[in-house]
Nanobody, 131 residues
Framework: QVQLVESGGGSVQAGGSLRLSCAAS????????VGWFRQAPGTEREGVAS???????TYADSVKGRFTISQDSAKHNLYLQMNYLKPGDTAAYYC?????????????????????????WGQGTQVTVSS
């Protein structure tokens, strides 16, 4: 059973930094994509950053140059380093993953649409950025 548990959310002023962590377990497929998504009140969930099974990162245009996704060598933990945070980054952030996936760029969009039911989701952690 796949389990994803996020930590590291909180409140920060604009321009500050936060690091999110996700403890991942239960993936039996060597080819899987993992990533971070976010959802602000009244909006659709959107992809933030993903890693393909070959560790190729993909970022949403809104976070390029500010956020960095990474994974530890054992692939048990996923991280999202968020720098130069803006009030527009305020949202609940979700860790997610899908087995049988090797195109992280495709999955970053598909996870909230066509393959949402095939994607495993964490419970989410709140990030609040004040101006």
């Amino acid at each position: 059973q796949v389990q994803l548990v996020e930590s590291g959310g909180g409140s920060v002023q604009a321009g500050g930094s936060l690091r999110l962590s996700c403890a991942a377990s239960g993936f039996t497929d060597n080819r899987y994509c993992v990533g971070w998504f976010r959802q602000a009140p009244g909006t659709e969930r959107e992809g933030v950053a993903s890693l393909s099974s070959s560790l190729i990162p993909t970022y949403a245009d809104s976070v390029k140059g500010r956020f960095t996704i990474s994974q530890d060598s054992a692939k048990h933990n996923l991280y999202l380093q968020m720098n130069y945070l803006k009030p527009g980054d305020t949202a609940a952030y979700y860790c997610a993953g899908m087995g049988g996936c090797y195109d992280g760029s495709w999955w970053l969009n598909a996870a909230v649409k066509s393959v949402r039911a095939n994607t495993h989701w964490g419970q989410g952690t709140q990030v609040t950025v004040s101006s």
